[in-house]
C-alpha cells in the first residue's frame, strides 16, 4: 500500500497502528496480515476480527492449568474490546491522511462485528471451564464481576457524596450571611426603638419609657434546655452560653459532626459545642431546635414608669394605668387621634393637668376626634369645634361662643344649669 504522503518521520503503515493496540497478542500472525489486506483494498473480504478471536481461543493448552488459561484469556477478551473501540474512533475523527475512509469503515465494521464475538466466547470459555471442572474459576468470575458493580455503584456514591458536600458548603455560607444581615436589622431596630423611645418622652408629663435590652430571654433558655439534656451541663450554665452564644459556630459544629468533620476547639465555646453535638446525636435529631436557637434572640422590651417618684407600670393604680395609656396614645406623632372618652378611669386632676395641656400643644399638628362628657376636655381645652349629638334630637354644631351649644354643655357636662350653680355655691362658700 502505497502512502499518499510523507510527514518527518515516514510512511507508516495502518496495520502498525492497529497492532499497536491489541492486534499483537494474537498468535495467528497470517490473521493479522488477512486483516492488513482487507484494510489495504477497503473491502471487507478477508478474516475478520470474529475468526482470529476464535482462533485464539481454540488455541488453549491440554494441560492442569487450562482453567488458568481460560481465564485469562477472558479478561484478555475484556481489555481488548475498550481499547480497540477508543482507538477506532480516534482514528475515524483523525485528519491524518494516512487512514482512507474506507479503511476507518472497515475498521469500525470489524471491531462492531467482533463485538458480538467477544459475548459468544467468553460464553464458549465459561462453558468450557464448566465442562473441564473448574467449577471454581467460573464462581470467580462471577465474583469479580459482581465487585466490578459494586465499584461502578460506589463510584457513582462518592460522585453523589461530593456533590451534596458542595451544597452543604453552599448552603452554610448562605446561612451564615444570613444571620449576619438579621443580626445587622435587629440592631437597626433597636436603635430605632430608641429613637421612638425619645420622641415619646419628650411629649409624656407623668411617665418615662424606656428601652431595656435582652431582657426577654425565656424563650432562648427554653430552647437551650431542650437541645442539653444528656450534656451533664448545669442549668446556671445556660446563662453563659446564652451571653456568649455565637450561631454560626453552633451550627457549623453540628453540621460538621453530621459528616463527621471535628471543628477546631475553643474553651470559650466549649459548652455550646457540647450542645450543638448532643442536638444533633442519632437518638436526638433536635436538628430544627438548633436552628430555632440559630435564630432566636433575647428580646428587647419597653420599661414604662413614672417620672418622680419613679413607679413601674405593674405596681400603679387602675386609675394612673389608665392615663399611661392616654399619654402615650397623645404622645406626638402626626397620626390623627380618635378616642371615646379619654377621662374614663382617670383621675380629673390628672385629665386637667396632663390630657389637657397635650391637647392645647398638639392641636396645631394633628386632629383630635374626642366623644366626652368630661367639662375639662370640652372647656378647657380650647376645642374648635363641639357638636352636640342627643338621640332623637337634631344634631347641634358650634363652639361655646354660640348659645345652643353652650347650653347644651352645661347640661351635658354639667348636670345642668341647677346643679351648675349649686356647685358654684358650695364653691365659693356659700
Not at 34 to 42: C, E, I
Not at 112 to 129: C, D, F, K, M, T
Not at 218 to 238: C, H, I, N, P, V
Request: proline share 5%; aromatic share 4%; with cysteine.
Amino acid at each position: 500500500m502505497a502512502c499518499p504522503q510523507r510527514s518527518p518521520r515516514g510512511c507508516r503503515r495502518p496495520s502498525a497502528d492497529i497492532h499497536g493496540v491489541g492486534f499483537s497478542g494474537f498468535p495467528n500472525s497470517g490473521s493479522r496480515r488477512a486483516l492488513d489486506g482487507r484494510l489495504s483494498d477497503g473491502t471487507n473480504r478477508g478474516v475478520g476480527t470474529p475468526s482470529v478471536l476464535l482462533a485464539l481461543v481454540g488455541r488453549r493448552r491440554r494441560s492442569t492449568t487450562a482453567g488458568v488459561s481460560f481465564f485469562k484469556v477472558r479478561q484478555g477478551l475484556r481489555r481488548t474490546r475498550t481499547p480497540l473501540r477508543i482507538r477506532a474512533a480516534s482514528l475515524t475523527h483523525s485528519r491524518s491522511s494516512f487512514f482512507t475512509p474506507q479503511a476507518s469503515r472497515a475498521i469500525l465494521d470489524a471491531i462492531a462485528a467482533g463485538e458480538g464475538a467477544l459475548s459468544s466466547v467468553e460464553a464458549e470459555v465459561s462453558e468450557r471451564l464448566a465442562q473441564e471442572g473448574f467449577q471454581e474459576g467460573s464462581e470467580v468470575l462471577t465474583k469479580l464481576e459482581s465487585l466490578r458493580h459494586r465499584l461502578e455503584a460506589l463510584d457513582q456514591d462518592r460522585s453523589e457524596l461530593t456533590r451534596l458536600e458542595l451544597e452543604i458548603a453552599a448552603d452554610r455560607e448562605g446561612t451564615r450571611r444570613t444571620l449576619g444581615d438579621a443580626s445587622e436589622m435587629r440592631l437597626q431596630l433597636r436603635e430605632a426603638r430608641k429613637a421612638a423611645c425619645a420622641r415619646v418622652n419628650d411629649s409624656m408629663r407623668t411617665f418615662f419609657v424606656r428601652l431595656d435590652e435582652d431582657a426577654g430571654v425565656e424563650e432562648l433558655d427554653s430552647l437551650l434546655e431542650e437541645a442539653k439534656r444528656g450534656t451533664y451541663q448545669q442549668r446556671q450554665k445556660l446563662a453563659e452560653v446564652r451571653e456568649s452564644l455565637n450561631r454560626e459556630r453552633l451550627l457549623e459544629v453540628a453540621v460538621g459532626h453530621r459528616q463527621g468533620i471535628d471543628i477546631p476547639p475553643a474553651a470559650e465555646f466549649e459548652s455550646q459545642d457540647d450542645i450543638a453535638r448532643n442536638a444533633v446525636a442519632p437518638d436526638r435529631s433536635l436538628v430544627d431546635a438548633l436552628a430555632l436557637i440559630a435564630t432566636t434572640w433575647p428580646e428587647d422590651r419597653l420599661v414604662l414608669q413614672t417620672k418622680e417618684p419613679p413607679e413601674s407600670f405593674e405596681n400603679l393604680t387602675e386609675g394612673m394605668r389608665a392615663l399611661a395609656i392616654k399619654e402615650i396614645s397623645f404622645a406626638e406623632s402626626a397620626i390623627p387621634v380618635i378616642t371615646d372618652q379619654p377621662e374614663d378611669a382617670v383621675p380629673p386632676q390628672n385629665v386637667y393637668e396632663n390630657l389637657v395641656p397635650t391637647l392645647r400643644e398638639q392641636r396645631s399638628e394633628r386632629q383630635f376626634i374626642l366623644a366626652s362628657h368630661d367639662a375639662n376636655i370640652v372647656v378647657a381645652g380650647d376645642v374648635e369645634q363641639i357638636h352636640v349629638l342627643r338621640p332623637g334630637d337634631t344634631p347641634v354644631a358650634g363652639t361655646l361662643f354660640d348659645e345652643s351649644v353652650r347650653n347644651a354643655a352645661i347640661e351635658i357636662l354639667e348636670g345642668g344649669r341647677e346643679a351648675f350653680d349649686v356647685r358654684a355655691k358650695r364653691y365659693r362658700g356659700g
